[in-house]
Antibody
Framework: QVQLVQSGTEVKKPGASVKVSCKASGYRLTDYYMHWVRQAPGQGLEWMGMINPDSGATDYAQKFQGRVTMTRDTSTSTAYMELSGLTSDDTAGYFC?????????????WGQGTLVTVSS | QSVLTQPPSASGTPGQRVTISCSGSSSTIGSNTVNWYQQFPGTAPKLLIYRNIQRPSGVPDRFSGSKSGTSASLAISGLQSEDEADYYCASWHDSLNAWVFGGGTKLTVL
């Protein structure tokens, strides 16, 4: 069965970077785009960007351009999202999500989420 | 301020039919399809409706979606206590080149 398993909780200081992993199983990572969505405490969902795991091509939301890097390791079926220059506003749950039909935005499987807390 | 506008809350009694609206623009819903997600506290969102009206396998037919112009709606019929959750609409934004979400609607089953 399809599963996306993310790395654990992170606590970072302002200015630091965080790298979250998302290991896919039950399907071939390269067959579907992977997206990253975050959710601040008590707030709504915010799309960060996506990666084509087959080619490695990425597309980032303008808000995160220059601060986010999405990569993948096909040998371990793992996608990564790295966010730099962290501030308290980046405190949030970060989710990876598989897009079943490219361009449809139907994120059919999600990781369990990784809580990132940014605090001095 | 979300690009897609949803009411912050909605409520109904068991067995009732409730609808949740999602208002966008010509850059979002007016030219793209709408997806709906259900989220319980502390868990990841779950895909409920995609391409305006399609239900993934396993989603009960009590859930239905519709779209007209620059707005969309999620309807839940035969409301059940386990439907109490947050609901989000989502669509592509042609100008921002990004997926955008509504602010979410908290559904309470009275």
């Amino acid at each position: 069965q399809v599963q996306l398993v993310q790395s654990g909780t992170e606590v970072k200081k302002p200015g630091a970077s965080v790298k979250v992993s998302c290991k896919a199983s039950g399907y071939r990572l390269t067959d579907y785009y992977m997206h990253w969505v975050r959710q601040a405490p008590g707030q709504g969902l915010e799309w960060m960007g996506m990666i084509n795991p087959d080619s490695g091509a990425t597309d980032y939301a303008q808000k995160f351009q220059g601060r986010v890097t999405m990569t993948r390791d096909t040998s371990t079926s793992t996608a990564y999202m790295e966010l730099s220059g962290l501030t308290s506003d980046d405190t949030a749950g970060y989710f990876c999500a598989r897009e079943f039909n490219y361009g449809a935005g139907n994120f059919d499987f999600w990781g369990q989420g990784t809580l990132v807390t940014v605090s001095s | 301020q979300s690009v897609l506008t949803q009411p912050p809350s909605a409520s109904g009694t068991p067995g009732q039919r409730v609808t949740i609206s999602c208002s966008g623009s010509s850059s979002t819903i007016g030219s793209n399809t709408v997806n709906w997600y259900q989220q319980f506290p502390g868990t990841a969102p779950k895909l409920l409706i995609y391409r305006n009206i399609q239900r993934p396998s396993g989603v009960p037919d009590r859930f239905s979606g519709s779209k007209s112009g620059t707005s969309a709606s999620l309807a839940i019929s035969g409301l059940q206590s386990e439907d109490e959750a947050d609901y989000y609409c989502a669509s592509w934004h042609d100008s921002l080149n990004a997926w955008v979400f509504g602010g979410g609607t908290k559904l309470t089953v009275l």
